[in-house]
Protein backbone atom coordinates (compact mmCIF):
# COMPACT_ATOMS: atom_id res chain seq x y z
CA UNK A 1 0.00 0.00 0.00
CA UNK A 2 2.04 2.65 -1.44
CA UNK A 3 -0.01 5.78 -0.04
CA UNK A 4 1.27 4.91 3.36
CA UNK A 5 4.74 5.30 2.75
CA UNK A 6 4.24 8.66 0.91
CA UNK A 7 2.18 9.64 4.27
CA UNK A 8 5.20 9.10 6.26
CA UNK A 9 7.58 11.17 3.09
CA UNK A 10 5.04 13.78 3.55
CA UNK A 11 4.96 13.84 7.42
CA UNK A 12 8.75 13.70 7.59
CA UNK A 13 9.02 16.60 4.93
CA UNK A 14 5.86 18.98 7.09
CA UNK A 15 7.84 18.18 10.08
CA UNK A 16 11.05 19.27 8.78
CA UNK A 17 9.29 22.60 7.42
CA UNK A 18 7.79 23.71 10.70
CA UNK A 19 11.09 23.47 12.79
CA UNK A 20 10.80 19.53 13.56
CA UNK A 21 14.27 17.22 13.74
CA UNK A 22 14.65 14.03 12.00
CA UNK A 23 16.63 13.21 15.46
CA UNK A 24 13.70 13.39 17.57
CA UNK A 25 11.89 11.26 14.71
CA UNK A 26 14.52 8.52 15.10
CA UNK A 27 14.37 8.31 18.58
CA UNK A 28 10.84 7.88 18.80
CA UNK A 29 9.53 4.81 20.95
CA UNK A 30 6.24 2.73 20.87
CA UNK A 31 4.25 1.01 23.49
CA UNK A 32 4.52 -2.70 23.08
CA UNK A 33 6.03 -3.22 19.92
CA UNK A 34 5.69 -6.98 19.77
CA UNK A 35 2.42 -7.00 19.50
CA UNK A 36 2.42 -4.81 16.47
CA UNK A 37 5.52 -6.73 15.36
CA UNK A 38 3.86 -10.23 16.00
CA UNK A 39 0.40 -9.54 14.01
CA UNK A 40 2.26 -8.71 11.07
CA UNK A 41 4.50 -11.50 11.04
CA UNK A 42 0.80 -13.97 11.45
CA UNK A 43 -0.42 -11.82 8.63
CA UNK A 44 2.49 -12.74 6.27
CA UNK A 45 3.14 -15.83 7.69
CA UNK A 46 -0.59 -16.88 5.73
CA UNK A 47 1.43 -16.76 2.41
CA UNK A 48 3.64 -19.19 3.25
CA UNK A 49 3.07 -22.16 1.13
CA UNK A 50 1.74 -24.91 3.80
CA UNK A 51 -0.22 -22.35 5.41
CA UNK A 52 -1.87 -21.17 2.03
CA UNK A 53 -3.63 -24.82 2.04
CA UNK A 54 -5.48 -23.89 5.52
CA UNK A 55 -9.38 -23.49 5.35
CA UNK A 56 -10.78 -20.18 4.53
CA UNK A 57 -12.37 -19.57 7.41
CA UNK A 58 -9.11 -20.15 9.74
CA UNK A 59 -7.56 -18.02 7.54
CA UNK A 60 -9.63 -15.27 7.31
CA UNK A 61 -10.04 -15.60 11.50
CA UNK A 62 -6.56 -15.16 12.00
CA UNK A 63 -6.67 -11.69 9.70
CA UNK A 64 -9.26 -10.40 11.91
CA UNK A 65 -7.63 -11.08 15.36
CA UNK A 66 -4.56 -9.16 13.69
CA UNK A 67 -6.38 -6.49 13.09
CA UNK A 68 -7.83 -6.48 16.47
CA UNK A 69 -3.96 -6.68 18.17
CA UNK A 70 -3.07 -3.69 15.64
CA UNK A 71 -6.15 -1.44 16.38
CA UNK A 72 -5.50 -2.09 20.23
CA UNK A 73 -2.10 -1.65 19.44
CA UNK A 74 -2.83 1.81 18.03
CA UNK A 75 -5.40 3.01 20.77
CA UNK A 76 -3.03 2.41 23.53
CA UNK A 77 -0.84 4.43 21.92
CA UNK A 78 -2.77 7.35 21.31
CA UNK A 79 -5.16 7.07 24.26
CA UNK A 80 -1.83 7.82 26.47
CA UNK A 81 -0.20 10.53 24.15
CA UNK A 82 -0.93 13.88 23.97
CA UNK A 83 -1.63 17.21 21.46
CA UNK A 84 -0.36 16.33 17.86
CA UNK A 85 0.16 12.25 18.15
CA UNK A 86 -2.72 11.81 19.80
CA UNK A 87 -4.74 13.27 17.41
CA UNK A 88 -2.82 11.43 14.50
CA UNK A 89 -3.11 8.51 16.16
CA UNK A 90 -6.57 8.93 16.59
CA UNK A 91 -7.17 9.15 13.02
CA UNK A 92 -5.08 5.81 11.88
CA UNK A 93 -7.34 3.69 14.95
CA UNK A 94 -10.72 5.44 12.60
CA UNK A 95 -8.96 4.31 9.79
CA UNK A 96 -8.34 0.75 10.67
CA UNK A 97 -11.41 0.28 11.77
CA UNK A 98 -13.12 1.77 8.86
CA UNK A 99 -11.07 -1.12 7.28
CA UNK A 100 -12.10 -3.83 9.59
CA UNK A 101 -15.86 -3.16 9.29
CA UNK A 102 -15.36 -3.36 5.63
CA UNK A 103 -13.15 -6.95 5.77
CA UNK A 104 -15.96 -8.07 8.82
CA UNK A 105 -18.95 -7.56 7.02
CA UNK A 106 -17.74 -8.79 3.83
CA UNK A 107 -15.71 -11.91 4.17
CA UNK A 108 -12.58 -9.70 3.37
CA UNK A 109 -11.96 -6.28 2.23
CA UNK A 110 -14.36 -5.72 -1.39
CA UNK A 111 -12.35 -4.68 -4.22
CA UNK A 112 -14.23 -2.75 -6.92
CA UNK A 113 -13.52 -4.30 -10.19
CA UNK A 114 -14.11 -0.97 -11.87
CA UNK A 115 -11.53 1.13 -9.60
CA UNK A 116 -9.00 -2.00 -10.42
CA UNK A 117 -9.38 -1.03 -14.15
CA UNK A 118 -9.20 2.38 -13.78
CA UNK A 119 -6.15 1.96 -11.98
CA UNK A 120 -4.35 0.69 -14.58
CA UNK A 121 -4.56 -3.11 -13.12
CA UNK A 122 -4.88 -6.08 -15.51
CA UNK A 123 -8.18 -6.87 -15.45
CA UNK A 124 -7.41 -10.81 -14.98
CA UNK A 125 -5.73 -9.95 -11.87
CA UNK A 126 -6.80 -12.15 -9.03
CA UNK A 127 -8.16 -9.96 -5.67
CA UNK A 128 -7.96 -13.01 -3.68
CA UNK A 129 -3.99 -13.34 -4.14
CA UNK A 130 -1.50 -11.99 -2.73
CA UNK A 131 -2.07 -8.91 -0.09
CA UNK A 132 -2.45 -11.38 2.39
CA UNK A 133 -5.79 -12.68 0.47
CA UNK A 134 -7.79 -10.67 2.69
CA UNK A 135 -9.59 -9.50 -0.55
CA UNK A 136 -12.69 -10.26 -2.41
CA UNK A 137 -14.54 -8.21 -5.47
CA UNK A 138 -17.49 -5.99 -5.11
CA UNK A 139 -20.45 -7.96 -6.18
CA UNK A 140 -24.18 -7.41 -5.48
CA UNK A 141 -24.52 -8.57 -2.30
CA UNK A 142 -21.38 -6.50 -1.14
CA UNK A 143 -22.01 -4.16 2.26
CA UNK A 144 -20.78 -1.16 2.98
CA UNK A 145 -19.22 -0.86 -0.33
CA UNK A 146 -18.43 2.48 -0.03
CA UNK A 147 -15.58 1.12 2.57
CA UNK A 148 -13.95 -0.96 0.33
CA UNK A 149 -11.11 -0.72 -2.17
CA UNK A 150 -13.08 1.64 -4.52
CA UNK A 151 -10.93 4.58 -4.99
CA UNK A 152 -8.35 4.16 -7.55
CA UNK A 153 -4.60 6.14 -7.99
CA UNK A 154 -3.65 5.43 -11.41
CA UNK A 155 0.15 6.80 -10.49
CA UNK A 156 0.14 4.82 -8.08
CA UNK A 157 -1.61 1.98 -10.15
CA UNK A 158 -3.39 0.84 -6.80
CA UNK A 159 -6.70 1.30 -5.23
CA UNK A 160 -7.55 2.04 -1.82
CA UNK A 161 -10.04 2.87 0.48
CA UNK A 162 -11.60 5.65 2.58
CA UNK A 163 -9.85 4.09 5.66
CA UNK A 164 -6.88 4.13 3.89
CA UNK A 165 -7.11 7.95 2.89
CA UNK A 166 -7.21 8.83 6.93
CA UNK A 167 -4.84 6.54 8.28
CA UNK A 168 -2.40 7.99 5.55
CA UNK A 169 -3.91 11.46 6.90
CA UNK A 170 -3.33 10.66 10.56
CA UNK A 171 0.17 9.00 9.72
CA UNK A 172 1.52 12.01 8.20
CA UNK A 173 0.02 14.32 11.32
CA UNK A 174 1.73 11.83 13.77
CA UNK A 175 5.40 12.16 11.98
CA UNK A 176 5.08 15.71 12.18
CA UNK A 177 4.02 15.75 15.52
CA UNK A 178 6.94 13.26 16.78
CA UNK A 179 9.55 15.43 14.84
CA UNK A 180 8.65 18.58 17.22
CA UNK A 181 8.96 16.29 20.63
CA UNK A 182 11.54 17.48 22.88
CA UNK A 183 15.00 15.63 22.71
CA UNK A 184 16.59 13.60 25.76
CA UNK A 185 19.48 15.90 25.89
CA UNK A 186 17.40 19.04 26.49
CA UNK A 187 18.36 20.28 22.98
CA UNK A 188 15.67 22.72 21.36
CA UNK A 189 12.98 21.69 18.70
CA UNK A 190 10.67 24.68 17.58
CA UNK A 191 7.69 24.61 20.08
CA UNK A 192 8.14 21.08 21.36
CA UNK A 193 4.76 19.05 21.40
CA UNK A 194 4.66 16.69 24.52
CA UNK A 195 4.34 12.99 23.98
CA UNK A 196 4.07 10.37 26.50
CA UNK A 197 3.48 6.94 24.73
CA UNK A 198 5.00 7.98 21.81
CA UNK A 199 8.36 9.54 23.51
CA UNK A 200 11.54 10.13 23.23
CA UNK A 201 14.94 8.05 24.30
CA UNK A 202 13.10 5.34 26.38
CA UNK A 203 10.89 2.68 25.36
CA UNK A 204 7.04 2.68 26.47
Known sequence: MLILPFALVVGSLAGRAVGGSWRALSEVRFRHPSFVLGAIAAQAALELPGIRSWPSSLRFAIVVVTYLVVGWWVFENARASSGGARFGLSLVEGGWALNLLAIVLNGGMPVSESALDRAGIAPSTSVI?????????????TVLRVLGDVL????????????DIVMAVGIGLLVAAAMRTPLPDGSPVATPAPLTAIQTGGSG
Open 152 to 163: PLSWFRSVISPG
Open 129 to 141: HGHLSKHVLVNEG
